[in-house]
């Protein structure tokens, strides 16, 4: 078993940036696929990102402006987010797959039943 905590959310002005950060209870190996999710009371949940050994993945709304990143050696997955808008504004949730790598895309709605561990979730509010 995993557990995730996830910290660094917090009320931004639009334009501005966060950064979200992940740590996992035991060590992250760089093939494992680790991902951020967002969800909005009321809809389904978002793929945001996605990373493992073969690099990043992004769904469109956040490409050019979202970065994801690990460190291995901390077990911490991280989230920058840039030029924030308000349609940006959820709870953010990381996620963690420790079989191997990732398999299907962020931006499939069924990519979430492939990670077994969720973190508590941390809130992002985004004021314009």
């Known amino acids: 078993h995993v557990d995730l905590l996830e910290s660094g959310g917090g009320s931004v002005q639009a334009g501005g940036s966060l950064r979200l950060s992940c740590v996992a209870s035991?060590?992250?190996?760089?093939?494992?696929?680790m991902a951020w999710y967002r969800q909005i009371p009321g809809k389904e949940r978002e793929g945001v990102a996605r990373?493992?050994?073969?690099?990043?993945r992004y769904t469109d709304a956040v490409k050019g402006r979202f970065t994801i990143s690990r460190d291995n050696a901390k077990s911490t997955l991280y989230l920058h987010m840039n030029s924030l808008k308000s349609e940006d504004t959820a709870m953010y949730y990381c996620?963690?797959?420790?079989?191997?790598?990732?398999?299907?895309?962020?931006?499939?709605?069924?990519?979430?039943?492939?990670?077994?561990?969720w973190g508590q979730g941390t809130q992002v509010t985004v004021v314009s």
């Open positions: 996620a963690a797959e420790i079989g191997g790598p990732c398999v299907t895309s962020i931006q499939n709605p069924s990519a979430a039943d492939d990670y077994p561990y």
């Open positions: 035991e060590g992250t190996d760089g093939h494992y696929c």
């Open positions: 990373i493992d050994s073969r690099g990043p």
